[in-house]
């Protein structure tokens, strides 16, 4: 693990009690490359992260293996886990590895679920998996198949249907919402619709042990998240979990020049909430093209929203919205209406929401490119009543920064540590070779 050079005086916002500067770069032995996945603080305020290495030649049959870390509060390597404070493996043996999410139990034990990709034209070249380790990064081998469970996917496709240039990308992605540990320790995950031959994505339930919850939406084990009433299949997104409550994010293309953002609850046995939105749907249109990247929910069910618009040449500018527990627009919020603040970094896009306890937002994402500028990762406040919080940020109420000078980033995923810390992970793309590095910033919020 390497980190930036200390300045005399950091930029507005940036942690300097985190790595080096506010900035930790990881570093995990032997590798060619390091694509950050998910990140989870744990109830003993440990930072678990997961990422999908590239690794040297020859060292496995197949190009990648996922890595896990853990890390200290600020930022430093925890070596009492797996070996020095970096583990590695695949889900299942000889296989690729796409990372989705990670989550903890009550009892420290960590999941990390995925895609283990043979990387070779069969049926069924992708097979979802989960795997769990002890809290110390041993590997559980009495949980499923030595530490592994395989999900059945519930409809594969078959070869026609299913062309070899298409595979699930998941941690390019950078989103949670494809996996959640449920207060009774069952799990929920995604599984979207490159998986289906119909266009369908599929929400699946596993008892604590990774076996198929049959009691699960009447018996079938798995919820179908397909069309809206009178619209075209859903692009899911991801989902998060309100009170007992399942919601589902989406974007659905009304027509050729028109998308919508798509909210639609299920109860958490699997049935349809007719009682949210209409019918169980919230369909939310806007005079510019609208698609969701997360969603999180306050402490009264209400649901915050957060992704980008395509402005007139088509460059993203990111939205922060909110509405009730009941799926309707939230008035005492911008009066119901999209969030955009126009910022000096110009185009720039939300890709992660958090509540902090009083009420506020903190978002993050990126900054995109200008003609003579890089990718930056970008965090903002702004307060319950949906202005930007000029009290973050130097007065500015948002940051944008760079790993090192000259390389571009990628935002992937964020936490909140404490009411007081936030972080962000991201990929810094090397300037001359293209490789990737996984970072974490931390933030004083």
């Not at 490159?194 to 076996?211: A, V």
């Not at 973050?392 to 000078?405: D, K, L, M, P, Y």
Request: charged share 20%; proline share 5%.
């Amino acid at each position: 693990m390497s980190s930036q050079k200390k300045t005399s005086r950091l930029p507005d916002a940036l942690d300097p009690t985190f790595g080096m500067g506010g900035k930790t770069i990881l570093n995990f032995p032997e590798t060619l490359a390091i694509a950050a996945g998910d990140v989870i603080v744990t109830s003993a305020h440990k930072i678990v992260i997961a990422t999908e290495l590239v690794l040297a030649p020859g060292e496995y049959p197949l190009h990648s293996a996922y890595g896990l870390c853990r890390l200290e509060k600020n930022g430093a390597l925890d070596p009492s886990f797996g070996q020095e404070g970096y583990l590695r493996g695949h889900f299942l043996p000889a296989q690729g590895v796409n990372v989705s999410g990670l989550g903890a139990l009550d009892n420290g034990k960590i999941l990390l679920y995925g895609i283990s990709d043979t990387d070779s034209d069969v049926v069924d070249r992708f097979k979802p998996c989960l795997t769990r380790f002890h809290e110390n990064g041993e590997l559980d081998r009495g949980f499923g198949t030595d530490g592994t469970v395989t999900i059945l996917i519930p409809k594969p496709r078959d070869r026609e249907t299913y062309p070899d240039a298409q595979r699930p990308l998941y941690a390019s992605q950078g989103n949670k919402g494809q996996f959640s540990v449920l207060p009774d320790q069952k799990v929920l995950v995604l599984l979207d619709s490159q998986f289906s031959p119909e266009g369908e994505s599929w929400i699946l339930q596993l008892m604590p042990d990774g076996t198929p919850d049959a009691g699960f939406n009447n018996g079938q084990g798995y919820l179908v998240i397909k069309e809206a009433p009178s619209l075209p299949t859903i692009e899911v997104k991801g989902f998060v979990l309100q009170s007992n409550k399942i919601v589902v994010y989406g974007t659905v293309r009304m027509d050729s020049s028109t998308f919508a953002a798509v909210l639609v609850r299920f109860h958490q046995d699997g049935r349809l909430d007719a009682d949210f939105g209409a019918a169980g749907y919230v369909i939310f249109t806007w005079e510019k093209l609208i698609a969701i990247d997360s969603v999180a929910v306050q402490a009264d069910g209400r649901l915050v929203i957060v992704g980008y618009y395509f402005s007139d040449n088509m460059a993203p500018y990111g939205i922060l919205m909110k509405f009730t527990a009941n799926g309707q627009p939230d008035t005492s919020f911008n009066a119901g209406k999209p969030i955009v603040t126009p910022l000096k970094s110009g185009s720039y896009r939300w890709q992660g929401v958090a509540i902090l306890g009083d009420g506020r937002v903190m978002v993050s994402g990126l900054s995109l490119p200008t003609d003579s500028e890089k990718n930056r990762l970008m965090v903002a406040r702004y307060l319950a009543s949906g202005e930007l919080d000029l009290s973050f940020g130097g007065g500015a109420g948002w940051v944008a920064t760079s790993i090192v000078e000259g390389n571009s980033v990628l935002f992937k995923s964020s936490a909140l540590q404490d009411n007081a810390r936030f972080l962000c992970m991201g990929d810094m793309i090397n300037a001359e070779t293209g490789s990737r590095r996984a970072c974490a910033v931390g933030y004083v919020i």
